[in-house]
């Protein structure tokens, strides 16, 4: 994938799938100590530790659609291309977490992409989970959470065209702020 957002989103549909109710997407930005993570942790059904061992094999997949799952082999790959790797954590019932650690200089490194469009298409896609979405970059950060949104609009839902505008916009422009 061209870019990190994508692998976001591919981790966030599986998380989704899993039946979580509420994902939680951190990108932190270590430039001083030239690291990147993302990190994306789910309230879903998670994995037993046979299935997390097994996890990176693209023939390993709970689809049954098609028997391949690129998401974290790829995820993995690129990760490791930029001398970090990717770590999960699973807890049957309780969730799973995926860390991905990327040498922030790496020539190899993606781009983080378009966060604002990742969000909307989640949020839109999926209007009554929720999500947060925390961005750190050095002694900047933003941080979005679709559950006080839910709060100061009572019962205008988030698929609301106005309110779509708005979640682009106002993670557009937390992102811009992040470079001030």
């Known amino acids: 994938m061209r870019e990190l957002s994508m692998h976001i989103l591919d981790i966030a549909q599986n998380s989704i799938a899993a039946g979580a109710e509420l994902v939680e997407i951190d990108v932190i930005e270590d430039?001083?100590?030239?690291?990147?993570?993302?990190?994306?942790?789910?309230?879903?059904?998670?994995?037993?530790?046979?299935?997390?061992?097994?996890?990176?094999?693209?023939?390993v997949t709970s689809r049954t659609t098609r028997r391949v799952g690129l998401g974290i082999p790829l995820l993995a790959a690129a990760a490791e291309r930029c001398g970090g790797g990717?770590?999960?954590?699973?807890?049957?019932?309780?969730?799973?977490?995926?860390?991905?650690?990327?040498?922030?200089?790496?020539?190899?490194?993606?781009?983080?992409?378009?966060?604002?469009?990742?969000?909307?298409?989640?949020?839109?896609?999926?209007?009554?989970?929720?999500?947060?979405?925390?961005?750190?970059?050095?002694?900047?950060?933003?941080?979005?959470?679709?559950?006080?949104?839910?709060?100061?609009?009572?019962s205008i839902p988030l698929s609301d065209p106005e309110v779509v505008v708005f979640i682009r916009d106002f993670v557009a422009e937390g992102e811009r702020r992040l470079d001030a």
């Open 86 to 154: 990717v770590d999960i954590a699973s807890v049957p019932g309780g969730g799973t977490t995926v860390t991905a650690i990327f040498e922030y200089s790496h020539v190899d490194r993606a781009p983080l992409g378009n966060m604002a469009e990742t969000l909307l298409a989640l949020v839109v896609c999926n209007p009554n989970l929720d999500f947060v979405y925390n961005h750190v970059r050095g002694d900047n950060s933003f941080h979005f959470d679709t559950r006080e949104i839910r709060l100061e609009l009572g």
């Open 31 to 59: 430039v001083a100590n030239d690291k990147m993570i993302i990190r994306v942790t789910d309230d879903g059904r998670g994995m037993p530790a046979d299935v997390v061992a097994q996890i990176r094999d693209p023939f």
